[in-house]
């Protein structure tokens, strides 16, 4: 029979817990209580040709009935007489759901949580309201988060690095382990002036907020030892951060970008050349590197889907990037080589040239094998220094 359980009654209760909505209304939100459940019960039919099962149905509710109340109609089925039959089912308080579901202790722990921060930070509670689940999560944490809050509310632009913040309790790995909710809340009581709104993600979360942010760093070798930076023997392999790199203006005429580092370092001598060391998705430490937009641009990545979105994500900021030993020919030649790409990438690119886009095309079908990819250190040497003699510069 498909009667209503008392499991099926709790499981209602605990719905609404699960969307958040018991615990808001602790917050000064619009009462739940008193709620009718969904009843579904027993048709006159039933009632007539299964009258033990009805019987037993109006047991087990009843004896499971501690933290809901039974609203009952009388029935009078011809052949068994006149009954008690349950028609509604009511959750009366706020004690009794949590008791339903065994969520008291919780909803104790989130009033803590509202108390304390309507008496520290009022503006917060609009958070509070809206993700009450998540911020449930971090019951032990809040008041370190916002104490952090406060701190940041009296040191607008504060310009420090973070393991500079000097609170009980705080320290550089909390803040980095707590940032999207603390971006949350910075966005939320943070006046518009003092947030960077074009600093967005993780990665932003220092430049939007004011703080100190590590040194992005770029890592380049000059591949023409006659434009070598210091005069000696060994491998030109230099790391300097992105300012310092944005003001040096190397006096080169074609620039190499590579994503393996083996690649990078092995990389052949290449008048007026330099190489630099990728690091896949983002290019922030290129970005506002305006001298490379007079270079020539070659970008070596992996001949899979996710190297063409890398590809397509760099001509974002240089349009002019040529692919280097991304193409049908290199892929065909190492076949013995290929590999399989883990989550291939299925989106349409648009920044690909029309040969690149029909490979790419290939690659996110499966048209030559099943997540196919060559990634390039499996490239042979020698097929690397033909390319590069193609290109007349060697």
């Not at 949580?113 to 509670?125: G, H, S």
Request: hydrophobic share 40%; glycine share 8%.
């Amino acid at each position: 029979m498909s009667w209503t359980t008392s499991a099926e009654l709790k499981a209602q209760v605990q719905k609404l817990w699960d969307r958040g909505i018991i615990l808001s209304s602790l917050i000064g939100g619009e009462s739940v209580f008193p709620r009718r459940l969904t009843l579904k019960g027993p048709d006159s039919r039933e009632l007539r040709d299964s009258f033990i099962e009805v019987r037993d149905w109006i047991m087990r509710l009843s004896g499971a009935a501690k933290q809901y109340r039974i609203v009952r109609r009388s029935v009078n089925p011809q052949t068994h007489g006149a009954n008690e039959l349950p028609a509604e089912i009511w959750i009366d308080t706020l004690d009794d759901a949590l008791g339903l579901i065994g969520k008291r202790q919780e909803a104790r722990q989130f009033a803590t949580m509202v108390k304390l921060t309507r008496d520290e930070q009022p503006a917060l509670l609009p958070w509070l309201a809206k993700r009450p689940l998540r911020a449930l999560e971090l019951a032990e944490e809040w008041p370190r988060i916002l104490s952090i809050v406060a701190w940041r509310l009296k040191h607008p632009r504060p310009g420090i690095y973070q393991r500079q913040i000097d609170l009980p309790g705080v320290h550089s790995k909390f803040i980095e382990g707590h940032r999207g909710v603390l971006g949350e809340l910075f966005d939320l009581v943070l006046p518009p002036e003092e947030i960077d709104a074009t600093a967005t993600g993780a990665s932003g979360f220092c430049r939007r907020y004011g703080f100190q942010d590590k040194p992005l760093r770029v890592r380049f070798r000059i591949l023409d030892p006659a434009l070598a930076l210091f005069s000696t023997e060994s491998n030109q392999d230099i790391t300097v951060t992105q300012a310092t790199f944005a003001r040096l203006e190397l006096p080169v005429t074609r620039v190499f970008i590579t994503e393996n580092e083996i690649n990078f370092l092995a990389f052949p001598d290449v008048p007026e050349a330099m190489v630099i060391f990728g690091a896949g998705y983002g290019f922030e430490n290129l970005a506002a590197v305006e001298w490379l937009r007079d270079r020539v641009i070659h970008y070596w990545g992996d001949i899979d889907t996710h190297g063409f979105a890398i590809l397509n994500q760099l001509r974002g900021i240089f349009p002019h990037v040529a692919s280097l030993l991304m193409d049908r020919e290199t892929l065909l030649e190492h076949q013995a080589l290929w590999g399989v790409e883990p989550s291939p990438e299925t989106g349409a690119l648009t920044r690909l040239t029309a040969e690149e886009s029909g490979l790419y095309d290939q690659l996110r079908r499966d048209d030559l094998g099943s997540h196919l990819r060559l990634e390039q250190e499996r490239i042979g040497f020698e097929w690397l220094v033909g390319v590069l003699e193609a290109l007349g510069r060697i």
